[in-house]
């Protein structure tokens, strides 16, 4: 499989096989940076641009599920924020 999950490499998250790329990290690239494929690749040398497009299928696939995830994880930040004290 192109995309695998394991609970032992980066928390479980899905990841691009052979590597420990998570599958955010090329999404969140695409999504929120608007990089596109080949200036992914860039950034990231140790992908081809097959593994990007296998990323970004897959996010696809389950984006409604990342998603959550993302905005639960902005909603901790923020709340560790307004504990944290300011330097």
């Not at 609970?7 to 990290?25: K, L, N, Q």
């Not at 990342?66 to 639960?72: C, G, L």
């Not at 902005?74 to 709340?79: G, K």
Request: net charge positive; hydrophobic share 40%; with cysteine.
């Amino acid at each position: 499989p192109a995309i695998i999950s394991d609970a032992a490499r980066r928390g479980g998250a899905p990841i691009i096989a052979g590597t420990s790329t998570r599958v955010t990290d090329v999404a969140l690239r695409y999504e929120l940076l608007g990089m596109a494929p080949d200036e992914i690749a860039q950034a990231l040398p140790h992908l081809s641009l097959a593994q990007i497009h296998c990323a970004l299928s897959y996010y696809y696939e389950h984006k409604q599920r990342f998603d959550a995830e993302w905005r639960a994880e902005q909603r901790a930040l923020r709340r560790a924020r307004r504990g944290a004290p300011s330097l």
